[in-house]
């Protein structure tokens, strides 16, 4: 998924100069397909209770898109970054549930809707679109919604629509990846992401690479969307508890897994130098860093801006579970998300066993409560 740039207008290329060893872990970014015990969608009940949580912004956005763009009778809708299972459609359902009874507490005609359905070309698609005659069917026992579900294959760092076409976008827990891993990181080759002992050099150049990455985003989506037209993101932040912006705390999901590639070299099972040439292209921004790139591109006004607290290990359980409980629920759900990548560079001979200590881990860490990253959630307008 790496990305190139012309001048003002950058685009994404899945093909250039570079070899395609060297973007490997980009391209395998993708959640666990199918529906198996290791799967995303077996293990998304943290995202499950994400998509809850933003549903008030969601529902409050999408009234006021209806409102501004004066109830129009055909409405097109899009999901970046939808992954696989049932977490896809519920998003969706908000939005359908929310225009129809909109419309028919305001005495108008629902629309009809397109509803498309954008990841990566290696995103499972066929589970996801195995549920949708069971959407439908719903969808018109509850509101007799003329609804089309449509896929939409590509990188959301490229133009994936017409011109002026889309009336509400929507996206959870998808923008905190990055188009490719941050360049310059030579300097922090023990660590997959920034940690306490990164150099500052590598907090640059993962800011550096949001930048780029979320301005040309805002940038191609505010040539697809219509004046008026609304956005809604959730998404992986930080929160800043002091001026040091290396700072993660003990229990960050990435300085974990950090830890349990450590244990795997120890143990003969991994290379260090293929550890050494292992990132993560992930990046975690606060409030601020996010507002300076939404005013700076310029094309949309900032409506809702909220921060809500993130629980991995224990957001990730249905229920009570002890500590080597949740601390396994927790290493199910990042095996889920990230076991593609990690697959891609060490192979799958060592993921159950780099898990089983990534659980261990969790469980070491069980008093720590994750101070640092945080659920951000986002709503822009066209302006």
Request: proline share 4%; aromatic share 10%; hydrophobic share 35%.
């Amino acid at each position: 998924m790496d990305s190139r740039f012309n001048d003002t207008v950058p685009s994404l290329r899945y093909i250039d100069e570079k070899s395609d060893d060297e973007y490997a872990i980009v391209k395998a970014l993708r959640m666990s397909g199918g529906e198996g015990a290791n799967s995303y969608s077996a293990n998304s009940l943290l995202q499950r209770r994400v998509l809850s949580m933003a549903k008030p912004v969601l529902v409050k956005n999408t009234k006021e898109m209806m409102v501004n763009v004066n109830f129009p009778n055909y409405i097109k809708v899009a999901e970046l970054g939808c992954s696989s299972g049932q977490n896809t459609f519920l998003a969706i359902s908000e939005i359908i549930n929310t225009i129809n009874v909109l419309c028919q507490n305001s005495d108008q005609n629902p629309p009809e809707i397109d509803c498309c359905l954008n990841d990566l070309p290696e995103n499972d698609f066929n589970t996801t679109f195995r549920l949708v005659p069971f959407f439908n069917k719903e969808m018109m026992i509850k509101n007799q919604a003329s609804c089309f579900v449509y896929g939409a294959p590509g990188s959301f760092y490229s133009r994936l629509f017409s011109r002026n076409s889309l009336h509400l976008i929507h996206s959870s827990y998808a923008l905190h990846w990055l188009s490719k891993v941050p360049e310059k990181l030579e300097n922090d080759k023990e660590n997959v992401f920034i940690t306490n002992s990164s150099p500052l050099s590598a907090y640059k150049a993962y800011l550096n690479q949001f930048q780029r990455d979320f301005t040309m985003f805002l940038r191609l989506r505010s040539e697809e969307i219509v004046s008026n037209g609304r956005m809604v993101f959730s998404f992986i932040g930080r929160n800043t508890l002091n001026n040091d912006p290396l700072y993660r705390d003990c229990c960050h999901f990435w300085t974990l897994l950090s830890k349990s590639l450590h244990d795997l070299v120890l143990e003969g099972l991994v290379s260090k130098q293929k550890l050494e040439a292992f990132n993560m292209p992930f990046y975690d921004p606060n409030e601020q860093e996010l507002k300076e790139v939404i005013e700076s591109e310029g094309s949309f006004e900032i409506n809702d801006l909220e921060t809500y607290g993130f629980d991995l290990g224990h957001s990730n359980c249905d229920n009570e579970k002890n500590e080597y409980q949740a601390g396994y629920s927790e290493a199910y759900c990042i095996r889920a998300i990230a076991e593609p990548m990690l697959t891609a560079h060490f192979g799958e001979d060592v993921i159950d066993i780099l898990f089983d200590k990534y659980a261990r881990h969790v469980t070491q860490h069980s008093g720590c409560r994750n101070q640092t990253s945080v659920t951000l959630v986002l709503s822009l307008t066209k302006k």
